[in-house]
C-alpha cells in the first residue's frame, strides 16, 4: 500500500490518479480502474450523468474513489467557473480539476486563464486541481489564488511523449510548498517511476492505460511504478558519480 497524500482536506490512499477517456467500454474502464488501486478519478463532466440514450460513467466507477471532476472543455475562466458550479449542484463534491484549453493542436493549457478561474473557485471553498504548464511564476501565482495542488504537464495531453517538461517540473518540486501531482502525456510506467523518484507527489495516467493493448494489465503495471518511485524517493537514491568506484571493495580482507 503506498504512503497517503492530501490535497486540501482529502487524504488519498494512492499517489496515482486515473482518468476515465478513450476506453474500449465501460467494463473494461471499471475493471482497469480496480486494477490501479487508485481511489481518485478525473472525469468530464460533460460525460457524467449524460443523456437517457447512454449509459451513465458515473456507474462504472468504483464506489470506493473519490470522484475529481474537470472542466475539460472550457475555453476561458469563466466557463470553466460554470463548469466547476453544475458539478457541485450535481452532487459531485467540492474536488475540481480546472483544464481550459484554447490551442486544439498540443492542448496546451491556458495558465492566466487558470489563474483566474482558480481565484474564483477557491474562493467558492472548491478544492482546485489547477493543470498548468509547467512555469514557476505561474505556478507561485496558483498558489497565491488558492490552489490545493499544482499539476504541471509532462508533454501535450494524450502524447505518451512522457516527460519532456521534466527539469521544468523539478523546478516547481523543489520550489513550491504544495503537492505537485504531474498530469498529461506520462507513456509509460517508467515514466511515473521517474516522476515519483524526482519527488513529485503524484502522478495522473489516462491515454497510456486506456489505449494500450491490455488496460488492466497496464494499470496494475502503472500502480507498481508509482510504488516503486515514491519507495525509492523515500529512501534517497544514491548519487551519480562520474568515475567508477568498486562494488566489492578488497578491504577487510586478509592479503598475503
Ligand atoms: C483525463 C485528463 O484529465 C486528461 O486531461 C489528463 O491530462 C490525462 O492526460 P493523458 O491522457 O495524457 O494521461
Redesign the pocket.
Known amino acids: 500500500m503506498l504512503d497517503s497524500f492530501t490535497v486540501g482536506n482529502t487524504t488519498f490512499s494512492s499517489r496515482l490518479l ?5 476506453y474500449a467500454s465501460y467494463n473494461l474502464m471499471r475493471d482497469a480502474l480496480v486494477a490501479s488501486k487508485s481511489d481518485i478519478v ?3 463532466l460533460r460525460r457524467a450523468g449524460t443523456t437517457q440514450s447512454e449509459e451513465d460513467i458515473l456507474n462504472y466507477i468504483p464506489d470506493r474513489m473519490h470522484l ?1 471532476p ?1 472542466t ?1 472543455g472550457a475555453r476561458n475562466a469563466d466557463e470553466a467557473i460554470r463548469i466547476a458550479r453544475m458539478a457541485r449542484e450535481l452532487g459531485c463534491g467540492d474536488l475540481i ?1 480546472i ?1 481550459v484549453i484554447q490551442d486544439q493542436m498540443y ?1 496546451m493549457p491556458d495558465n492566466l486563464e487558470t489563474i483566474r478561474a482558480t481565484e474564483v473557485l477557491a474562493k467558492e471553498g472548491f478544492i482546485v486541481f489547477p ?1 498548468m504548464s509547467p512555469n514557476l511564476m505561474d505556478a507561485k501565482r496558483l498558489v497565491d489564488a488558492g490552489a490545493s495542488c499544482v ?1 504541471p ?8 511523449r512522457g516527460l519532456e517538461a521534466k527539469g521544468l517540473i523539478e523546478i516547481l518540486i523543489n520550489s513550491i510548498d504544495m503537492p505537485i501531482i504531474v ?5 509509460r510506467p517508467s515514466d511515473a517511476t521517474i516522476a515519483m523518484e524526482m519527488g513529485a507527489s503524484a502522478v ?7 489505449t494500450s493493448s491490455d488496460p488492466v494489465g497496464m494499470a496494475e503495471a502503472f500502480y507498481h511504478a508509482v510504488e516503486a518511485g515514491r519507495k525509492a524517493y523515500l529512501a534517497k537514491c544514491a548519487p551519480k558519480k562520474f568515475v567508477g568506484s568498486a562494488s566489492s571493495p578488497l578491504t577487510g580482507f586478509l592479503r598475503k
Do not use: H, R
Open positions: 486515473v482518468g476515465t477517456g478513450k478525473t472525469v468530464a475529481l474537470n475539460s480539476k483544464e492542448l493543470y499539476m504537464l509532462a508533454s501535450p495531453i494524450g502524447s505518451n498530469d498529461a502525456g506520462i507513456g495522473l495516467v489516462n491515454t497510456a492505460i486506456a
